[in-house]
């Protein structure tokens, strides 16, 4: 049968051989959907950056920015599970390039918004192009890796994120202090401008550069495709009591207790993505270079995170407490700032934001390692894709909220606490309804002898 015809091959490989080829594997697909991933997120969070001056351009209040920043998250939500489910049908090449390049038109066309309502509908747009990007890059991970080598590689391409902030703060920060009134363009205009383009560019290479499944890799030995194949079958029938329907997965109770968790995680992080360089201007870095750099300190303890907590994850063999405890330091990280704040400690803020930043990061990619222990074929594209667009609504309530509160209390604490308290609520969730991962799944790799002896 074709599920039992690579198995011959497998005796061939020895152990070396076995992980050159997944590094080989890993080398040629995740680089580049991770510099996508990037670009993505310096185009999504980017307004972070532009709102220091277009609020003041266009004479708009902070309740317009928190509408228009979260309103990126009702397209997400929208369109997010089609999305993956038209990836599992044409393949990641044409579905990337799709996404990418429609958010790049997009992002070029927000240097011309005017009105509030042009700035909500393309916020709106741009998340409904993006929709399906992160769990595609989930669910095209699972057609490539096994889990227990599928987390450092979740943590490499979710890091895009902290990375973003790492390279796009400074450079959002260069980008508006020296193009102001270029052409007639403000600081901000350019922004949207220079920084959609890449996507756009990206999006027609990923057609290229990408290959769809391990069948199709023709820059693997026909041998080495059998073992990656074979590696994956073994996987499947080792997990064979996962959810394989979307309806099945509706009605289980887990699928929910995941989008609740990933909801309180998000909102952490969306306060640190959107409103993350509004609390470092309050803390006095109001020159945009520096404050640029500054946003930049921070988010390289966010990828710090990410990669520790997913090399730590993958060598313990366990999501679920390394999910939990890495959310739990951000909100500590949140409570922290809120108290920084409040006494006027600029250097305690800028230190409970980086601390925020390395737990709350650091929690999102190891808990991608987490549903597929419950689903798995349609079920995971869907689930996957619904998970993460039902919990990214926390994107839409989270910059309103903090908008909202800042508007009436005239500072940013309280909104932190309550954000914080949002946080650990996801603790609790993960902790007390998401089962232990059986040892016959969390121990049992067919090419990693040497790490089960080292857990023995």
């Not at 991970?141 to 080598?149: D, F, I, K, M, S």
């Not at 080792?238 to 699928?255: D, K, Q, Y």
């Not at 934001?353 to 798995?376: C, D, E, H, K, Q």
């Not at 800042?406 to 949002?422: C, D, E, F, K, Q």
């Amino acid at each position: 049968m074709a599920g039992q015809r690579p198995a011959p091959f497998t005796a061939h490989l020895d152990p070396q051989h076995r992980d050159r080829v997944f590094r080989r594997v890993v080398l040629r697909t995740v680089p580049f959907i991770t510099v996508v991933y990037v670009i993505a997120w310096m185009d999504r969070v980017n307004v972070g950056f532009a709102k220091l001056t277009m609020l003041d351009d266009l004479s708009w209040s902070e309740t317009v920015y928190g509408a228009g920043a979260g309103i990126f998250f009702l397209g997400y939500f929208l369109f997010e599970v089609p999305s993956n489910l038209l990836l599992e049908r044409i393949g990641a090449r044409r579905t990337i390039m799709r996404i990418a390049v429609g958010w790049g038109v997009v992002s070029v066309l927000m240097a011309w918004v005017s009105q509030p309502w042009h700035f909500y509908a393309l916020r709106f747009l741009q998340g409904a192009f993006e929709a399906g990007l992160h769990p595609g890059i989930i669910l095209y991970l699972t057609y490539w890796l096994p889990a227990h080598r599928r987390g450092k590689a979740v943590a490499v391409c979710m890091s895009a994120s902290p990375l973003a902030m790492l390279v796009g703060s400074p450079l959002a920060g260069f980008l508006m202090k020296h193009t102001d009134g270029l052409l007639g363009k403000a600081d901000w205009q350019w922004l949207f401008i220079i920084e959609g383009i890449p996507s756009v560019v990206l999006g027609l290479l990923a057609f290229f550069l990408l290959t769809d499944r391990p069948r199709d890799a023709t820059w693997l030995s026909a041998e080495e495709r059998a073992y990656v194949e074979a590696e994956l079958s073994r996987e499947t029938a080792r997990l064979s009591g996962r959810e394989h329907s979307l309806r099945a997965i509706l009605r289980l109770r887990t699928t929910w207790v995941l989008i609740l968790s990933l909801f309180c995680i998000i909102t952490g992080n969306a306060t640190l993505s959107f409103y993350g360089p509004s609390l470092v201007a309050d803390a006095g870095f109001t020159d945009l270079a520096d404050l640029g750099w500054v946003m930049s300190g921070i988010f390289a303890l966010g990828w710090t995170g990410m990669l520790v907590n997913g090399w730590w994850s993958d060598r313990r063999r366990e999501a679920r407490r390394h999910t939990a405890w890495a959310a739990a330091v951000g909100a500590l990280g949140l409570i922290l700032a809120a108290v920084a704040q409040q006494t006027g400690s600029s250097l305690g803020l800028l230190a409970a934001l980086a601390l925020s930043a390395a737990g709350t990061m650091g929690s999102i990619p190891v808990f991608w390692s987490l549903p597929p222990r419950f689903m798995s074929g349609t079920a995971l594209a869907a689930g996957v894709a619904l998970i993460n667009s039902c919990a990214n609504l926390a994107g839409y309530f989270a910059p309103q909220f903090l908008g909202g509160m800042r508007a009436n209390t005239g500072s940013y604490a309280l909104g932190l606490l309550v954000i914080a308290g949002v946080e650990l609520i996801g603790v609790v969730l993960i902790f007390v309804f998401i089962r232990k991962e059986p040892p016959t799944v969390a121990a049992t790799a067919p090419d990693s002898g040497k790490a089960d002896a080292e857990l023995s």
